[in-house]
């Protein structure tokens, strides 16, 4: 499966002058311009598509463990976090917005079940590396997933019967179509093997160590787990955080070719383009090695074009200036997220080492909607080093 999609003719990328400063206030705007502070009193969840949150911190204990995604199966001794509370124990989480920097360096274990596969690959890259930053340096995540390698085994072997879930629940009738809706069914977007996990679990500054179902390296996590190897094709892994995780977050230095309608919340703007490829330009505070790089993630949403799955680009120091990499819209759960991580910077860079600067598209037309906030960088330190905070 390829990462981004080539467009026949690519726009080339307008020189961005070094007088070019951040877009302010619009008011050659039209009276009737789309505004989310007002959308929002009546459509709250229809503007939460396109913006972000800032997730709070809940007076925790020491020792902080803390349980992501816990449904229903809320754990004693546990900060517990999913995106839809079911009680007053569950404190409301959404693990694709930023995370509560008070945790930094703080949890000695996280437990999650059924909850990485329900993201994308490089959302998943993005959990881990909130993951690792909230850990204490030797801390566990523990994750606990339906297994990529049982379910095509379980495909190569299905017959259709009575006594077989998939079929009587969802009317799968072959090995192949039990593989596709065992892939995404509930939510499921990316399913991992133990290599491809332990995979990316070092890029997010992990070492993988495979465990049965019901016993951890950590004894707290024992007999946590609501599924085993007889009821499912789950797997279980303790990822040992070995090198932490630095956070940068950087405003944009320029926006070229939009307008600023309106601030929201949390550090996000809604703009309005008023030429064909509005550009975006970030600078680093320092060059990042490119070998040193989990991932980095743009946070805009394109509120106006739903057709074209590939229309926002991204250029890292005018590497590959006129070959844009292109975002491919399907490939993400949240419009606002647009990931890169550390096995795709090499086609970025073309060959370079490092970068400095971003230059970001969010939009291919004029008079296109978007919202637009910073971008997180998120680098590995040397093994040994103390856990990091934000910059």
């Known amino acids: 499966m390829t990462w981004f999609t080539r467009r026949q003719a690519p726009a080339p990328v307008t020189p961005m002058r070094p007088d070019v400063q951040p877009a302010s206030g619009a008011p050659d705007l039209p009276s009737d311009a789309l505004s989310l502070r007002a959308l929002s009193r009546h459509s709250p969840g229809l503007v939460g598509q396109f913006v972000w949150g800032a997730n709070t911190a809940p007076v925790t204990p020491d020792p902080l463990f803390l349980h992501v995604g816990c449904g229903e199966n809320v754990l004693d001794g546990f900060v517990n976090l999913d995106f839809i509370p079911h009680d007053a124990r569950v404190h409301r989480f959404e693990f694709l917005d930023p995370w509560p920097e008070a945790w930094a360096g703080r949890a000695d274990g996280i437990f999650a079940e059924d909850v990485l596969e329900h993201f994308f690959f490089g959302e998943q890259a993005y959990v881990l590396c909130n993951a690792n930053r909230m850990l204490r340096a030797g801390g566990v995540a523990r994750i606990l997933m339906p297994s990529y390698t049982k379910l095509v085994r379980y495909g190569e072997s299905f017959v259709r019967a009575a006594t077989d879930t998939m079929h009587t629940a969802f009317g799968v009738d072959t090995g192949a179509d039990a593989v596709n809706m065992g892939m995404r069914f509930s939510g499921h977007r990316w399913l991992h093997s133990e290599g491809s996990l332990a995979a990316l679990a070092a890029m997010c500054g992990f070492r993988a160590e495979p465990t ?20 499912s094709l789950s797997f279980a892994t303790d990822l040992h955080r070995e090198r932490p995780v630095l956070r940068l977050h950087v405003e944009p230095t320029a ?4 307008s600023k309608v309106e601030d929201l919340p949390n550090g996000a703007a809604l703009y309005r383009s008023n030429a064909v490829r509005p550009m975006v330009v970030y600078t680093l505070p320092h060059p990042v090695a490119a070998e040193d790089c989990a991932l980095l993630n743009v946070r805009s949403a394109n509120l106006s074009s739903f057709q074209e799955h590939n229309q926002k680009w991204l ?10 990499w292109h975002f491919d819209e399907t490939l993400k759960s949240r419009p606002c997220m647009n990931i890169v991580t550390r096995n795709q910077l090499g086609m970025l860079l073309a060959g370079a080492r490092e970068f400095s600067r971003l230059v970001f598209s969010p939009a291919a037309g004029s008079d296109e909607y978007f919202t637009l906030g910073g971008v997180e960088v998120y680098v590995l330190g040397a093994v040994g080093d103390p856990a990091p905070a934000i910059v």
């Open 212 to 231: 049965s179902c019901a016993h951890s390296s950590v004894a707290r996590f024992n007999g946590l787990n609501l599924r085993d190897e007889t009821n």
């Open 255 to 258: 926006v070229v070719n939009a």
């Open 315 to 324: 250029v890292l120091d005018d590497a590959r200036r006129d070959d844009q």
